[in-house]
């Protein structure tokens, strides 16, 4: 069966340190590979999106960038973080072409930026 | 931008009561998605309806669409405590995204 895991589940990081997310998928291959962030009170927003190794999409042009370096591992990194950084981040993957069956979203890791 | 946008935003009920939540949209999709998030939680995904489909169920769910009206709603039948949570609706119009409104928070009385 197809599993997720992303780590670690919660981080507190200063201002201007730098940031690294990591998810990995077992159990599929070729996963569309995903990256959202969860605000306070807010829905998922966006922010890359990944095809295939070393194809990257980024949604919204911010401090964060993202990088897919084997098929079934999706790292979420930033160079010096923000306040604004703070939140719910979400890693998923989808079968490729999606929209058949729904996102499998892992359980996330909650980044407070102090 | 958020292309769902669920109504209400908070919903009370009393356990075996149904709960029906709607989420409108804006461009043409492929499919709408519905999700479920516990507090301090991923987001699990319950009922996946295509844009030529018009209803769907799955146990105690029942989703519709309506694509000539851009909304979508989800029916859950004789809710339970356990069904507390909050609920996204998420449309995917590109290949490659699924875009997800603000969420509507659920809360079943015992």
């Known amino acids: 069966s197809q599993t997720i895991h992303q780590w670690p589940a919660t981080l507190v990081q200063p201002v201007g340190s730098p940031l690294s997310l990591e998810c990995t998928v077992e159990?599929?291959?070729?996963?569309?590979l995903y990256w959202y962030r969860q605000a306070a009170g807010r829905g998922l927003q966006l922010l890359f999106y990944?095809?295939?190794?070393?194809?990257i999409s980024s949604e919204v042009p911010q401090n964060l960038s993202a990088s897919r370096p084997q098929d079934r591992q999706f790292i979420l990194s930033s160079k010096k973080l923000l306040l604004s950084d703070s939140g719910f981040y979400l890693c998923a993957w989808s079968v490729r072409p999606p929209g058949t069956v729904g996102y499998t979203f892992g359980s996330g890791t909650r980044l407070t930026v102090v | 931008s958020q292309q769902g946008e669920e109504d209400p935003q908070a919903l009370s009920i009393q356990e075996g009561e149904n709960a029906t939540m709607n989420c409108s949209y804006k461009?043409?999709?492929?499919?709408l998605q519905w999700y479920r998030q516990n507090s301090g939680r991923g987001l699990v995904h319950l009922i996946l309806?295509?844009?030529?489909?018009r209803e769907k169920h799955s146990g105690r769910l029942r989703v519709t669409l309506d694509t000539s009206k851009k909304s979508s709603s989800l029916l859950i039948t004789a809710s339970r405590a356990a069904d507390t949570a909050s609920y996204f609706c998420a449309t995917e119009f590109d290949n490659s995204k699924l875009t997800f409104g603000k969420g509507i928070t659920l809360s079943v009385r015992p």
């Open positions: 461009t043409s999709i492929n499919n």
């Open positions: 159990g599929t291959s070729n996963p569309n």
């Open positions: 309806i295509r844009s030529n489909e």
């Open positions: 990944s095809v295939g190794i070393g194809q």
